[in-house]
């Protein structure tokens, strides 16, 4: 039996640690970590929680803009840095078994990976992700928990807020259902409430990162894209994506693990 690797993403909003011992994946968890001892303490606790010694581990592969936080060690073992663009690429190869594809990491903002077996390049980003989410929810619904936000979008109308091709045309447009969307809030009723908002706001960030994916994964040439990173864990993307694609004709993927793919794909890589 081998020893165990650690993989560590420290990005903006959380921290995901995830071990790997001979290619399985063992228990990761999402935390919150502000500095050099918060993260030590984190990494300290996840080895308890899963029984692993200090000794039975091989090395820590750490990305991520928070990685800026360790030098070459971390509770006394080995740190080994990998760039985020390979990590969300090597992630996603492990867990979707997919070579060719748009990598598409969904997280306070949204990052493109091209992924074309070994070569592998950034494709470009948008400032749109969950960071949006928070913060239009804050403004417009007095609360940045995306839990809550979910809950209220549960029982929201998007016919409340957005307007569809329905709205404007009685009859579908060249590609275009009566259901597909025309303008993101283009028409928001006076009776619209605080949960029509909330499923308007999912839909609006979900949408356009989905839209944005359908371009970039165009433009080069692919037919398929992973989605990782912590919005796939939204129930929403699995309905948008799936009448994205129909639409476009572009295959949508959230693997298993979707959320933790970077931390994977940070002890895969080669770094």
Known sequence: MGKTTIGID??????????????????????KVSD????????????????????EVEKVMMTGVGSRLVNDELFGLPVHKVEEFVANAM???????????????????TSFVRCDGDDISHAGGIGMGGGTL?????????????????????TGSLGQVNLLIGDI?????PDLPMDATASLFGNVHDTATPNDIASGL????????????????QGCGLGKAVMI?????????????????KLYGIRFIIPEYAEYCTAIGAVVSKG
């Open 10 to 31: 420290a990005g903006i909003s959380t921290t995901k640690i995830v071990g790997l011992k001979d290619g399985n994946v063992i228990s990761p968890v999402r935390t």
């Open 169 to 173: 045309s009685d009859k579908p447009l």
């Open 91 to 109: 992630g996603a190869r492990f867990i979707s078994n997919e070579d060719h594809m748009m990598v598409v990491s969904m997280g306070t903002g």
């Open 229 to 245: 990173g912590t919005l796939t864990r939204l129930p929403q993307c699995r309905t948008i994506f799936k009448e994205m694609e």
């Open 134 to 154: 928070q913060g239009l929810s804050q403004l417009l619904l007095n609360t940045d928990d995306v839990a809550r936000v979910v809950q209220m979008a549960e």
């Open 202 to 217: 999912i839909c609006m960030v979900v949408q356009t990162i989905g839209s944005a994916t359908v371009l970039a994964t």
């Open 36 to 55: 050099r001892a918060s993260l030590q303490a984190a990494l300290g606790k996840y080895l308890q929680d899963n029984g692993i010694a200090p000794d």
